[in-house]
Every structure is written in C-alpha cells, then in structure tokens.
C-alpha cells in the first residue's frame, strides 16, 4: 500500500481517530477506490495495534465505504452515481428546509466560514476544501433552530464527504460555489426565506450536475455497494461523524 497516513497517537477514543484518518483517505483520493486496505498495513503506518483499526474497517464496512476483498483484507468500494444523486436530493430538501428556518429568525451565518471557504478554494488540499463547505453548511442546519435536521443530514454527508473529494479537485466551480454560499448567507440575514430556498435549491442542483459529470468520468473498479443498505443504521450510533 503505497500511500502513506499519519501516525496517531494512543487515546481513548483510539477507534475514532483510526476511522477518521481512513475515511479522510478515501475521501480525499488518497486511497481510490478499489484500494486494497490490510490490518496490518494500516496499523503499521498509523503506529497502533491492530484492533482499533479492525473496528474502524468493520464501521467503514457497514457505512459502505469499503467491501470484502478477495483473499484476505479490503477494498475501497467504487462510487455508486445512481445512490448519491439520490443522496443529494435528500440533502437539497434539507438544506431548503434549514434556510427557510434560519431566515425566519435572520440568522447571521460566520463570514469567517466563507473566508475560510475562499481560501480552500484557492488551494490544493481537498480535505480542507470538503472541511470548509461542511462547516458552512453545517453553520445552516445550526441556524435553522431544528436539531433534527442536523442529525439527518449527518447520516448523509459522510457519502458526500467522499463524492465531494472525487469532484474538488479538478472543478473549474471550486470558488463561484463560495459566491452561492454568499449570497445564501446574506438571503438568510435578510429574513428572504423564499429567496434563500431558490438559491440553495439552485446551489444543490449546480452540485448535482457538477457530480453527475464528474462520475460518468470515473472507472469503477469494483461492484458498487448499496447506500440504502449501509444507511439502515444511523451513522450518529458509531464514529467518524462529520460535523
């Protein structure tokens, strides 16, 4: 396994971090999909025992974001188009649903988020870039007052988390996405409800497309797995939670 990972240092929540740093890996590109993933390697360039990192690949297993490799470990499972197209018309409803309650109250989204956003965007490092648009939106669901939109999208955002890492890079959308986040922002301040709802509606739609695009680019090297099967159990019931 040629890529290289941090090394963690030994904590209680040893599982967490172990999950995290595997999942910002495959998020990021840099375990692509169809990797194959082994105990031992892992655990060897993370500087754990193998049991942390057993329990992290058994959580990725059942979130789908790795499968069964023939012979012995894992693989990273290959992107589904289909599901996460899916995954972002759920996330859309949410979002206008988040906008239209935070502008009843003329919430003041941090415009330190899109600053941070800005100069993401401007950079290389996608973990950065995903970090920032999910602190920004994140930001929203908090506004909205209701926690349970926070905690549905949770479940969903660490499959956009990887999507996104496959689309950042290479997308010539990266900074005017910061431009839609600003105008949502100030829509929201303003108390323009409706306004707010069209232009995150128009935002998701814009990301779908940009997704839909970049996929159909994408080999896939492996079967891909059922999101509706890897979503059966909320993923606020184990780590590796996004924001």
Not at 109 to 118: A, F, H, N, T, V
Not at 187 to 215: P, Y
Not at 216 to 243: C, D, M
Request: glycine letters at 6%.
């Amino acid at each position: 396994m040629p890529a290289q990972l941090i090394r963690l240092e030994s904590s209680p929540d040893l599982v967490d971090q172990v999950y995290r740093s595997l999942l910002d890996a495959i998020s990021d590109g840099t375990f692509a999909p169809g990797a194959r993933l082994t105990q031992e390697e892992i655990a060897a360039q993370l500087a754990v025992s193998r049991q942390p990192v057993l329990q992290a690949l058994r959580l990725l297993r059942q979130d789908g974001f790795v499968t069964d490799a023939p012979g012995r470990g894992v693989c990273v499972a290959a992107l589904d188009p289909a599901a996460m197209l899916q995954v972002y018309e759920v996330r859309g409803a949410l979002d206008v649903l988040a906008v239209r309650l935070a502008a009843k109250h003329h919430a003041r989204i941090d415009p330190k988020l899109i600053e941070q956003g800005r100069r993401a965007a401007r950079g290389k490092k996608v973990k950065a870039m995903i970090d920032a648009d999910l602190a920004f939106h994140a930001a929203i669901y908090a506004a909205s007052g209701n926690p349970l939109i926070e905690q549905s999208a949770q479940r969903h955002w660490q499959h956009l988390r990887r999507v996104m890492g496959a689309v950042l890079l290479h997308s010539p959308q990266r900074e005017s996405v910061w431009d839609e986040h600003e105008a949502i922002a100030q829509a929201i301040a303003d108390g323009q409800g409706r306004r707010a709802a069209q232009l995150i509606e128009q935002h998701v739609e814009h990301a779908s497309a940009n997704l839909a695009q970049r996929l159909s680019q994408l080999p896939s090297p492996i079967s891909p797995i059922s999101l509706a099967a890897s979503s059966a159990t909320p993923s606020t019931s184990h780590p590796g939670n996004p924001r």
